[in-house]
């Protein structure tokens, strides 16, 4: 079996991670790491997974993981990662990381978002790891950047799209909103309780970091530089996104025109759901799940397509699409340790 570590396994992201891969029937989870709980036992810190995780967390120590997993997943801040992936690549170990530190390629954008980047050698190398459009550029990688949440909620429903050439791409708006675990774990004045319940807020207007995520990757598909308008939202709830694109339609384009474009773009892609001529999509139902619903509407008045992908933040937006690498990278089927059945409600 494949031996694994996660290092960070105590931030939400990291915790989804442990959960998914303890039933990953492929992999053994053989090391996590945790700073702020080191010498902790992983289920004291998550009571849920007492009687399915035992280990304990450890402080992070490069050379311990290369002798103990051949793949590592990094769920740590930004900065982190740049620093160890090197060694960890030199010993022939194959990494996802779930910062933000390998998903661009040019350096000097990542460095106005971030910061100083130590090794830009790398960026090359690595694959951002958005499954269902570099699925072939996944299998032979050694180096994964997992994408954003955001970015894969506004990349997923909108690249068949521009592929296709059926939207004007000056008028592209993204209108996205999500759960507070989307902030992460750590203590932050904004996810307190007080200040997020019966609050709904955009944030980081004009200046978030993804979005220059988000227009590279456009642009690349493009073939031309693509900016659009991204809004992110702070709901009080737990986990889930929803992410809401308005852009004008090219003259002449049909609502039959989108829907076979969606439907053929993602044949046989099984984390893509679209959603049917009643229904659109509803944080609620993919919920601890790895799918991406998406749907969409014409405003016949106005010639505007609004387009509507829903995920689960934590698990297609991190986790989940983290292990959906790992799969693809290492030739298992795409779906395995990621089928668990949605809740209903």
Known sequence: MLRVAVVGATGYAGAELVRILTGHPEVNLTAITSRQYAGERFDNVFPSMKGHVDLVCENLSADKLCDMADLIFLSVPHKIPMEIVPGLISKGKRVIDLSADFRFRDSETYEAYYQP?????????????LCEIYHDKIKDADLIGNPGCYPTSVLLPLIPLLKEDV???????????SGVSGAGRSLALSSHFCEANESFKAYKVASHRHNPEIEEVLSRETGRTTRITFVPHLVPMTRGMLTTIYARLRAGVSYEHIKKCLVSFYVGRPFIRLCDDIRLPDTKHVTGTNYCDIGFRIDKRTGCLILISAIDNLVKGA???????????????????LMSVPYPI
């Open 167 to 177: 939207l004007d791409t000056e008028s592209i708006i993204a209108d996205s909103k």
């Open 319 to 337: 986790a989940g699409q983290a292990v959906q690498n790992m799969n693809i990278m290492l030739g298992y089927e795409e779906t395995t340790g």
């Open 117 to 129: 980047h130590k090794t830009k050698n790398l960026l090359e190398k690595a694959v951002y790891g």
